[in-house]
Protein backbone atom coordinates (compact mmCIF):
# COMPACT_ATOMS: atom_id res chain seq x y z
CA UNK A 1 0.00 0.00 0.00
CA UNK A 2 1.29 3.07 -1.00
CA UNK A 3 2.04 5.64 2.39
CA UNK A 4 0.76 8.64 0.81
CA UNK A 5 -2.97 7.48 0.16
CA UNK A 6 -2.71 6.54 4.06
CA UNK A 7 -1.77 9.80 4.72
CA UNK A 8 -4.32 11.40 2.80
CA UNK A 9 -7.03 9.58 4.86
CA UNK A 10 -5.94 10.20 7.92
CA UNK A 11 -6.36 14.42 6.88
CA UNK A 12 -9.53 13.72 5.48
CA UNK A 13 -10.69 12.07 9.13
CA UNK A 14 -9.12 15.04 10.52
CA UNK A 15 -10.26 17.88 8.54
CA UNK A 16 -13.44 16.27 6.81
CA UNK A 17 -16.02 17.90 9.24
CA UNK A 18 -19.47 17.85 8.91
CA UNK A 19 -22.24 20.84 9.08
CA UNK A 20 -21.75 20.39 12.62
CA UNK A 21 -18.34 20.70 13.04
CA UNK A 22 -17.50 17.05 13.90
CA UNK A 23 -15.50 14.59 12.05
CA UNK A 24 -17.95 12.58 8.93
CA UNK A 25 -15.51 9.92 8.71
CA UNK A 26 -13.53 7.55 11.26
CA UNK A 27 -10.16 5.59 9.85
CA UNK A 28 -8.11 3.48 11.44
CA UNK A 29 -10.06 2.60 14.14
CA UNK A 30 -11.34 -0.85 13.64
CA UNK A 31 -14.97 -0.54 15.63
CA UNK A 32 -16.99 1.86 13.95
CA UNK A 33 -14.82 2.44 10.72
CA UNK A 34 -16.54 4.39 7.83
CA UNK A 35 -13.13 5.10 5.67
CA UNK A 36 -11.12 2.94 4.25
CA UNK A 37 -8.75 2.04 1.46
CA UNK A 38 -8.69 -0.19 -1.24
CA UNK A 39 -11.26 -2.52 -2.98
CA UNK A 40 -15.17 -1.53 -1.90
CA UNK A 41 -16.37 -4.45 0.54
CA UNK A 42 -20.07 -6.44 -0.18
CA UNK A 43 -22.88 -4.73 1.99
CA UNK A 44 -20.21 -2.66 4.28
CA UNK A 45 -21.13 1.37 4.03
CA UNK A 46 -18.67 4.17 4.01
CA UNK A 47 -16.11 5.91 1.96
CA UNK A 48 -13.12 3.79 -0.20
CA UNK A 49 -9.89 5.92 -1.39
CA UNK A 50 -8.12 3.60 -4.25
CA UNK A 51 -5.15 4.75 -6.01
CA UNK A 52 -5.55 4.87 -9.51
CA UNK A 53 -2.63 4.63 -12.07
CA UNK A 54 -0.36 7.73 -12.00
CA UNK A 55 2.40 9.56 -13.79
CA UNK A 56 5.85 8.88 -12.85
CA UNK A 57 7.66 11.21 -10.29
CA UNK A 58 9.53 13.87 -12.30
CA UNK A 59 13.33 12.86 -11.46
CA UNK A 60 14.71 16.23 -11.57
CA UNK A 61 12.16 18.31 -9.59
CA UNK A 62 11.20 15.31 -6.97
CA UNK A 63 7.30 16.49 -7.83
CA UNK A 64 5.06 13.47 -7.75
CA UNK A 65 1.31 13.21 -8.91
CA UNK A 66 -0.80 11.03 -7.48
CA UNK A 67 -4.63 9.89 -8.41
CA UNK A 68 -7.38 8.75 -5.69
CA UNK A 69 -10.45 7.70 -6.23
CA UNK A 70 -13.27 8.29 -3.41
CA UNK A 71 -15.71 6.18 -3.91
CA UNK A 72 -19.26 6.22 -1.46
CA UNK A 73 -21.03 3.47 -0.89
CA UNK A 74 -24.20 4.41 1.39
CA UNK A 75 -27.95 2.61 1.56
CA UNK A 76 -28.88 6.75 1.82
CA UNK A 77 -27.97 8.91 -1.10
CA UNK A 78 -27.55 11.80 0.66
CA UNK A 79 -25.34 10.19 2.86
CA UNK A 80 -23.45 9.43 0.00
CA UNK A 81 -23.82 12.87 -1.83
CA UNK A 82 -23.09 14.49 1.19
CA UNK A 83 -19.48 12.67 1.39
CA UNK A 84 -18.67 13.63 -1.77
CA UNK A 85 -19.54 17.46 -1.37
CA UNK A 86 -16.95 17.00 2.13
CA UNK A 87 -14.40 15.43 -0.15
CA UNK A 88 -14.80 18.17 -2.79
CA UNK A 89 -15.09 20.60 -0.61
CA UNK A 90 -11.92 19.94 0.80
CA UNK A 91 -9.42 18.80 -1.76
CA UNK A 92 -10.62 21.02 -4.92
CA UNK A 93 -7.83 23.71 -5.53
CA UNK A 94 -6.58 23.10 -2.48
CA UNK A 95 -3.02 24.70 -1.99
CA UNK A 96 -0.75 23.72 0.06
CA UNK A 97 -0.73 21.36 3.09
CA UNK A 98 1.08 18.93 4.92
CA UNK A 99 0.46 15.37 5.94
CA UNK A 100 2.89 13.66 7.98
CA UNK A 101 5.63 12.73 5.18
CA UNK A 102 4.49 14.85 2.18
CA UNK A 103 4.11 18.84 1.43
CA UNK A 104 0.78 18.80 -1.15
CA UNK A 105 1.36 21.25 -3.55
CA UNK A 106 -1.69 21.14 -5.32
CA UNK A 107 -4.73 19.03 -5.31
CA UNK A 108 -7.55 19.13 -7.40
CA UNK A 109 -10.99 17.53 -8.27
CA UNK A 110 -11.21 16.32 -11.67
CA UNK A 111 -14.72 15.92 -11.92
CA UNK A 112 -18.13 16.32 -10.29
CA UNK A 113 -19.50 12.97 -8.51
CA UNK A 114 -19.95 10.13 -11.02
CA UNK A 115 -23.36 8.40 -9.89
CA UNK A 116 -22.50 4.84 -10.66
CA UNK A 117 -26.45 3.50 -9.30
CA UNK A 118 -26.79 1.14 -6.99
CA UNK A 119 -24.98 -2.06 -6.23
CA UNK A 120 -26.77 -5.39 -5.86
CA UNK A 121 -27.51 -4.94 -2.30
CA UNK A 122 -29.07 -1.67 -3.02
CA UNK A 123 -26.44 0.71 -1.64
CA UNK A 124 -25.50 3.89 -3.48
CA UNK A 125 -22.33 4.33 -5.54
CA UNK A 126 -20.98 7.58 -6.24
CA UNK A 127 -17.07 8.08 -7.20
CA UNK A 128 -14.90 11.15 -7.34
CA UNK A 129 -11.36 11.23 -8.93
CA UNK A 130 -8.71 14.00 -6.77
CA UNK A 131 -5.32 14.12 -8.12
CA UNK A 132 -2.78 15.27 -5.97
CA UNK A 133 0.78 16.90 -6.70
CA UNK A 134 3.23 16.48 -3.61
CA UNK A 135 6.97 16.44 -2.65
CA UNK A 136 7.74 14.23 -0.14
CA UNK A 137 9.14 15.75 3.09
CA UNK A 138 13.37 15.30 4.13
CA UNK A 139 13.70 15.17 7.43
Known sequence: MNPFI????????????????????????????????????????GV????????????????????????SRRKNSLEAYEDMRIIYELFHRHLEFDTSNYKVRFSRVLSQPIDLDRDGEGGK???????????????
Open 6 to 45: YEICEYLETYGLNDNGGSRFVFDNASNNNLYIGELVRGVD
Open 48 to 71: YAKSVPSAEPDPYTAMQEMNIDFW
Open 125 to 139: LLRISVKFTMTYLIS
